[in-house]
Every structure is written in C-alpha cells, then in structure tokens.
C-alpha cells in the first residue's frame, strides 16, 4: 500500500492504495466518483477522460499512486456554483448524447480541446476528439456542440 | 406548475431538449456498475480458451485458499439453480438447438465460455484468484467455417449429429402471394437478364459503449436483479421459467443503460451465474466485465452467405427475387438468434415489384460467440443485397442506378400496397424521397464530376452510391409472431397516474438505453392530457414499477409503446371527463376536452384536468360509484407493421493508387412517418448512418484458425473515431403511417439499414470503369486496392456481372475475397 494525497473535484483526499490500482479505480472504487466510467480495458475509448491539474487524460491509463500530490478534475467537479460549464450545455443543446455513457470522457476531452485550441475548425474537432470513442451519435452533434461553445454560442443556441 | 404561455402549440413535432441529459452531463448516473451493496462481493469469471472441448477436470483449491476469497464454484456446484439461456424463437418444429448452460459443466462450445466462477471481496481479487483456476481440457476439433459447417465434417456439437439448426422458407407462389419464382428465372434466362451474387455479410461486433454489468441481491423477499439490458421484462421471464425461481420473487431493473444496439437484447451467462452464485451465498454480488469480455462472451450479429439470384426483363423490370442464405449462429441459437435472419425474408423485395420471390434460410452452429440481434437484425443484411443487386442491374440495362429503382419501384398513388412476401406496405413515397435526396446531394454536379474525373484519368475517382430502403418496425402484432412460433407476443403496455397536485407519472413497458424514450412519451402525453411537458415524469426499466412491458428492440418503442400511451391517456380523459360533468352539473356528452380543460359547450364553464385529478384524489364530492382515480392503463397490440423507407446518397473518393477510400458527403432523406422530436430523431439517423457505414468500411470480427477472436479489444476491432466520419445532411418527408393514431414509424434502425448498400455501392461505382465489380466488407484500402489490382483496367463488367455461382465461380475478387471471408 501506498499513501497519497490527491485533490479531486477540489476535495483534498489521502488514500493508502495498491500501486496497481488505476487512477479511474480509484476515483469510483474509493471516492465513489462514479461520473467517470470505464469502457475498455485497452486505453482506446475515452470514456475514463479526467483532468490531471488541468489536461486531460484518460484516467484508465493513469496509476493513482502517479496522481500523489495532484489536482484531479473528473465531470462531477466540472459544473461551478450550480452552473453547467458551457460544454455541458452545448452538448444538451445541441443533442450530442443518448445513452450518455461516453459523455463525461467526451465533454472533458473536448473541454481539454478548446483549452488547446480556442478556434478550431471542424477538421481539427474531429482529430482532437479522436480517442473517445461514442457509439450512439455518429459524432455529427459532438462536433457541433465543441463548434458551438468555440463560437461562444454554448448558451444562446435554441 | 410551470407557465404555459410560451408552450408550442403541439408538443409532437418540437425538437425538445431532451430530458435525461442534465443527469448523464453532470455524472450523476446510475450505471449498473456504479451500484454498491453492503456486504457486496465481486465475482471473476474463468473462461474457456479453447474453441472445442471437454473439460476433464477442475482444480479450484489453488483459489479457494487465497485471500479474500469468499468462493469458487464451477458448473457442477450451481447446475441445478443456474437455469439455462433459452433460445425464444425456434423457427421451426424440428430446429435443433443444444442446451446453453450459463456455465458449461463437461462440454464447451466456443472460445469465451465460462467455467468456473470465483467470488471475491474486490473484483481485482477476484480476477487474480480467477487465475488460479486450473481447469485440464480435452480439446475436440472446431468448426469455424460457415461453408466447412455445411458439410458436417466436424461438428460443433457432436451430440446433435449435425451443425444444421434448421431450415425455414418463404415462397411466394406457395403463399399465394406471387408467381413461381424458378419459372420466372428459366424465362428470363431466355430472353430477359438474370443477375447472380454471392455476398458475405461479415461478422460484426455490436460495440456497446458500457460493458454489461450485474448486480443481484438476494437479500429480500424478491431477489433483485440490476443489470445493463434493453430487456428487464424479457429477462425476468427467462429466470422464471428456468432457474425455479417463481416469477413473482423476481424483480429486474435496468438502471441507466449505455447502448444497445441489439447487443443487450439477450438473456447472458453471466446474469444468470451471478443470480446463482447469489442465490448459494446469500450476499449481494456483482459481476462487470471487462471490454475485452465483452468482445468474446456478448453476443455478435450479421454472418451470412447470401446468395442471390434476381431475374429481369431485357427493359430492367424485375420479375423474380430468389435467396439463399447460410447463417452463422455461433455456438447455441440465442434467445432471437435464430430468428434474426428470418426477419430478412420480407424485405429482399424492398421497394420494388417483383412478380415472385422465395426466401430459404438455412441456420449452421459453428465453434464461435452466438449471433443474434444487432441493430437492424435482418434487414440490413437484406437491403444490402438488394441494392447491390439493383445497381449492378442498372449497369446491365445501361441506365442510372436511380433511374433503375423509379422503373421498379411502388409509386405513391399504390399505397396500401401488398408485397410479394406477403407483406402490406402501409404508406410511403418513395418519389419524393429521392427528388429531395438528390436536389440536397446535388446529384447531377456530382455526376458530372465523376465524368470528368474518369476523363481525365484521376487517380483518385469518385463513386456514387444509392440506396433507396425500406424496413418494416413495430414489432410486432402477436398473432404474427405466433405463427412464426415466436415466444412472445408484440404488444406494449402504458399507465398514467393523475397525481393529486396535477403532475403526471407514466409508467411504460419499453426500455430505454439512450433513445430519449422520457421526453418523446412526455411529449406525446402532454399533448393528449393537455398538462405542460415539463408535469410529465416518465418511469420505466423496472419490473417493479413497469410490471408489464415487452422491452426496446427492433424500432418497435414508439410504435407501439407510443400506441399504448395513447390508449392509456384517452383512458384517464375517459374517467375524468365523467367526474368533470360533475363537477360542472352538466352532462358528460355536452363536455368538450381541450388543452388540459373540460367546458360545457356553448358556455365558459369548465375544469382543468388538473382540478379534477384533485378532486377525485381527496374524494370528498363524488358521483355516486364513481371510482376516485382516474389512472389509465393500457396494453396495445399492433394492428400491423410499419415501413419507414428513404433514400440515401453517398459519395465516396477512392484513391485509385493506395485504395485509400474518403467520404465527401452522404445525404439522407427518411420517410418515418410523423415525427414526434425532430432533434432526437436526427440523432438516431446520424448514429445510425455511421454504425451501417461502419460494416462498409471498418469493422469485422475475425478468428485466426484455433477459433480465437483476434480482434478480441478496441485495438483490433476497430470502431469508427470523430476523426473517421463526416457530418451529415438529413431531411425527411412525412408519410403517416397507417397502422396507428400517431403515424409513426420507426427510426431507430433505419439509418444502419440504409447505409452500408450506399457506401459500397459508392466505391464500386467509383471503380467500375477499373472492371471492379464487388469488394467484400469492411473495404479496408488493403482489399480496395487489391480489387483495383485484380480486377485490371480491362476486365469487362458484363462478363463478370454474369458470373454464376452455382457453376462454382463465386464474382468474389478472388485475391482479397474468398480466402478471408472464409476465415471470418
């Protein structure tokens, strides 16, 4: 076992955990944060995507041990003083998911994409999107509700 | 209560935001796996790494004695609570079907299967325990070829003595429905065009984003199963009727569900191992499995051979539709999976008149995962072949591949109109369809294009594809599903609650996993009761709340739940129009029933429905007998079928130097009869379009020859990324349906069902003048390429559009086809 202290969600936590544990086992298994999901098991589908001290990452391929001394963002932190963060909206907005299980992954690595690239065409969407996997949307909405919080639209569409 | 004023006029129609989003936005969500019991234990699964085999012994002492490890059992130690995963449609009286052990006591049948179970505190304990296990198999040989299974030199299982599961035949001149099928062939052999195929339709994997999950505490009077699937209702009766476990102490829930896609219309092994292992210990216990679990025990779809024969005259009429499939059922005829291609045999005909039409379908068990239900189920597979066939007939006639389709197709003005397979095509217009579609692709530019770039010898060309669909939904009137000897009936059920305060619950039988079912049923609710949208809480999923339901699978929700909700509304008016006549001391025929408000004709006296819901509900000033609620309960079973149909334009570039394929626009124009949100309906096309191009382009489930799945992870089996796909145009035309009050058709399959045909037939337009007649799927750039390279910038199209199977040459590119399609 090995302690750390992490903060997720902008809790401060300390944790003796097993070196192997995964960061995503960690945030559901000992936090309960089970906003974040797992679709894999081979780092391909996205779904675990959480912010380690503001980038994104696919909690999945990350151990807890390495997030010791670390902020952690996962979709639950995501929404300030009972507002929805603009990319939150947008998706709703915009209808960019239906079972909604690639949802938290998808709005955190888009969140991580316009952090990255505040105007980014829709070619560039697409490719900064590329390891979240959904398999409801066909993409179309996903790409246009990041083109909608990019134009800065996330709350005026409809 | 929520103002009124801003409300559109008719909520069907509006694109509403949906309701269920604020939840799954945020991660407040109640996945299977998110639930924790006290006391809960984690179970690990061993599973069979061998294809064939029986099992000589097992060796559990190595896990028992490990830490934390509360159980280990096997086959034997559950085999009399562990039930049996029933198949529910056996096509025929004589259909062979081996007894599905969840999990396998002495024989297993395919790479995946489990057996043995271990138990555990943490699923990580239990996983490193699970290898422990040691189980000595004796390995039989495999049979993984559908081709090789046909000829019963080994078989998946010996006991049955052959790997035919069945045969099952539509026939139009024996039902009457049509002519003689063989006739109409020999005559067109004569004088007319006989066009013949054989086309693969690969393995594929439904790809779920949430891996199933289960949990099962058997702690209470009901033992209560949560588990990540499209069928709670489906699957209580499945434990019921084989585990010994009465109905009535069984409640399933189907919590947040993360996609389906057909992929959880099944009852697992694992449900059922997790139910026992609960039952023997008396704890909670929940069993996840990883992806690549997912990939090997989840069931799979498609795999056939199709071969086909269309016959025609010499103008391009059709006259005669002939098919042969060989379906692939994996290991065990899963719960529908012997049905599933049975569900093709009324839509090979499509849209077009064929004069006679005969359908054989023959079901082989082979050495792999179970098929069964993937979006579409049938259909897919058969409008494929159709319109692959219908645009190589417009090659042989000479003319544009749409010009093909209008010369055989039904007109508007034919509607009703009765199929040759013995269906009634309620409404459509097929026409309208495909002049909007292509004034939105712009259909003649892009020829032009294409001309142009064959002129000049481009060396990346571009290809159009058509694919003019149609589908039936609204599964299904049960006296259809009767004589197809299915298990079920087809109908759905519906209740509404008036609560006291004027909200309203609605309880439906369908099981939403990602389709929006909370805001369409609020929608279509608000507006018959005439209470606001945002009043209406939907309920669903839960055998307990919802005890009656048929569950979500085959576009059939809307369709008929969507009747159901209808019926049950007009059930609540019904009662409360009788206490508001009270109310009013008037007579119940001189009320009318108006946005949510009962008047007396002629005066301006009158109720909301909310006030006499409160009314009824303190009871206080009734008529005499009259009952105080007016809850409304329903169950409606379909008078018929629905046909959606659209018409679907795509065009591919295709690098003639690398195969290297490229997507530059796809226009989709469905015909799904009303509309009841636009927003949700566009999704289910835009996600449905790109898993059918998918099937086009990327995926396939392969074996190597020991019968393991090497495309066994997302690694491997390669699902299609934002980066991969394009944005779509999407518009409709609106022919209600006939079969129900809201002229609904449904949506969700549509857009797999259209897509793949559009795809390839874009590509091989593209390459026809290469002499390329066909690549097998998914076309990868390896087996484009190497159909460039076969087929030779010379090789006539005539010649080879002729090719006749049964003289044993397959038109398969013989150096990127027979060899892996074999192997599939």
């Known amino acids: ?158 | 209560m929520t103002a009124v004023d801003d409300r559109p006029t008719t909520e069907v129609g509006t694109a509403r935001l949906r309701k269920e989003d604020h939840r799954l936005v945020t991660g407040r969500t109640r996945w299977t796996d998110n639930i924790q019991l006290p006391g809960m234990l984690h179970l690990a699964m061993v599973r069979c790494p061998l294809a064939h085999a029986r099992i000589v012994s097992i060796d559990t002492s190595a896990a028992k004695a490990a830490d934390e490890v509360v159980a280990v059992m096997t086959g034997e130690d559950i085999k009399d609570i562990q039930g049996v995963n029933i198949t529910a449609w056996p096509i025929t009286e004589d259909q062979k079907s081996p007894n599905h052990l969840p999990m396998a006591i002495d024989h297993v049948a395919c790479a995946g299967e489990i057996v043995a179970v271990v138990v555990a505190r943490s699923a990580a304990e239990a996983r490193d325990a699970a290898e422990l296990v040691d189980v000595e198999y004796e390995e039989l040989p495999a049979v993984l070829d559908l081709k090789e299974a046909a000829t019963d030199a080994v078989l998946a299982h010996p006991d049955l003595g052959t790997n035919k599961s069945a045969f099952w035949q539509l026939d139009s001149a024996a039902a009457g429905t049509g002519g003689d099928v063989d006739e109409a062939i020999a005559k067109a052999r004569e004088d007319g065009i006989v066009i013949e195929r054989e086309i693969r339709q690969q393995r594929l994997v439904p790809a779920f984003m949430e891996p199933r999950s289960t949990v099962v505490d058997p702690t209470g009077e009901q033992v209560v199963m949560w588990s990540a699937t499209q069928i709670p209702h489906i699957l209580r009766f499945c434990i019921a009727a084989t585990t010994g476990l009465p109905e009535s102490k069984i409640r399933v829930i189907a919590p947040d569900v993360g996609g389906g896609f057909g992929g959880k219309l099944q009852s697992t092994p694992e449900e059922f191992v997790t139910l026992a292992v609960a039952r023997t210990l008396g704890r909670p216990c929940k069993y996840t499995e990883t992806r690549s679990e997912t990939m090997v025990s989840g069931h799979h779809g498609r795999d056939q051979w199709q071969q086909l024969t269309l016959a025609a005259e010499k103008d391009g009429t059709v006259t005669a539709l002939k098919v042969d499939l060989m379906c692939d059922l994996g290991a065990y005829a899963a719960l529908v999976g012997g049905g599933v291609p049975v569900l093709g045999a009324w839509m090979y005909n499509s849209i077009y008149k064929f004069g006679a039409y005969q359908f054989n379908c023959t079901n082989y068990f082979t050495n792999k995962p179970w098929v069964d239900a993937y979006r579409g189920a049938g259909r897919p597979e058969a409008t494929y072949a159709i319109e692959r066939l219908m645009d190589d007939l417009a090659v042989e006639v000479g003319v544009d591949p749409l010009e093909i389709r209008e010369k055989n197709w039904i007109t508007h003005d034919e509607f009703p109109f009765a199929s040759v397979a013995g269906m009634t095509y309620d409404s459509g217009n097929y026409e309208a369809a495909t002049a909007k579609a292509k004034e939105l692709f712009g259909y003649d530019e892009l020829r032009a294009e294409q001309q142009r770039r064959r002129d000049e010898n481009d060396p990346v060309q571009l290809g159009i594809g058509v694919s003019t669909f149609t589908e039936m939904c609204g599964l299904a009137p049960s006296r259809v599903l009767g004589a197809l000897s299915y298990g079920a009936g087809g109908w759905e059920s519906a209740s509404i609650r008036m609560l006291s305060t004027g909200t309203v619950e609605v309880v439906t039988g369908t099981s939403p996993h990602g389709q929006g079912h909370e805001t369409a049923w609020s929608q279509i609710v608000a507006d018959r009761l005439g209470v606001p949208f945002e009043d209406v809480e939907v309920l669903h999923g839960d055998t307990q709340i919802a005890p009656r339901g048929l569950d979500s699978y085959g576009s059939r929700s809307l369709v008929v739940g969507g009747e159901a909700l209808v019926m049950a509304a007009d059930r609540v008016i019904e009662k409360a129009k009788q206490h508001a006549a009270y109310m009013l001391e008037a007579s119940a025929d001189d009320l009318e029933f108006s946005g949510g408000k009962f008047t007396v004709k002629g005066t301006d006296k009158g109720v909301t429905i909310q006030e006499v819901a409160l009314a009824t509900w303190t009871g206080h000033n009734l008529a005499d007998g009259f009952e105080p609620t007016l809850d409304g309960d329903a169950t409606y079973d379909p008078v018929d079928f629905s046909f959606p149909h659209g018409t679907h334009l795509c065009a591919m570039e295709v690098d003639t130097e690398t195969g290297a394929t490229r997507m530059r626009s796809y226009v989709a124009v469905d015909d799904i009869g009303t509309i009841v949100n636009p927003l949700i309906v566009e999704g289910q096309e835009h996600g449905g379009i790109v898993q059918g191009v998918a099937q086009a382009l990327w995926e396939g489930a392969e074996f190597d020859d020991q019968g393991t799945l090497v495309t066994g992870s997302f690694v491997d089996y390669t699902l299609p990324t934002a980066a991969d796909t394009i944005s779509f145009v999407t518009d409709h035309t609106v022919s209600p349906s006939s079969t129900n009050t809201l002229g609904t058709k449904g949506v969700g399959e549509a857009g797999t069902i259209a897509s793949t045909p559009a795809v390839v037939n874009a590509i091989v337009d593209a390459l026809r003048p290469l002499g390329v007649t066909d690549i097998l799927m998914p076309c990868t750039p390896e087996r484009v390429w190497k159909a460039i390279q076969g087929a030779g910038p010379g090789a006539g199209v005539t010649g080879a559009a002729q090719a006749h199977f049964d003289e044993g040459t397959s038109n398969q590119d013989p150096s990127a086809g027979a060899t892996e399609g074999a192997a599939q």
């Not at chain 1, 639950?76 to 709703?92: D, K, R, S, Y």
């Not at chain 1, 079972?99 to 952090?115: E, F, R």
């Not at chain 1, 980014?120 to 790409?143: A, D, F, M």
């Open chain 1, 1 to 158: 076992m090995t302690r750390i202290k992490v903060s997720v969600d902008g809790v401060g936590y300390h944790d003796d955990v097993e070196p192997r544990m995964l960061l995503v086992q960690y945030l559901r298994e000992v936090l309960g944060k089970v906003g974040t999901v797992i679709g894999c098991d081979t780092s391909n589908c996205g779904a675990c995507t959480v912010h380690l001290d503001g980038r994104s990452v696919k909690s999945c391929n990350v151990l807890a041990v390495q997030a010791d001394g670390h902020e952690v963002t996962t979709i639950e932190g995501l929404a300030t003083g009972g507002e929805l963060h603009p990319m939150q909206t947008a998706f709703h907005e915009n209808h960019a998911l239906q079972c909604g299980y690639c949802t938290p992954g998808m709005i955190m690595q888009a969140v991580d994409l316009l952090n990255e690239n505040p105007n980014p065409s829709e070619e560039e969407i697409r490719v900064g999107l590329e390891g979240n996997l959904c398999r409801c949307t066909g993409y179309h909405n996903i790409v246009k509700a990041v083109a909608a919080v990019a134009a800065g639209q996330g709350s005026e569409a409809r």
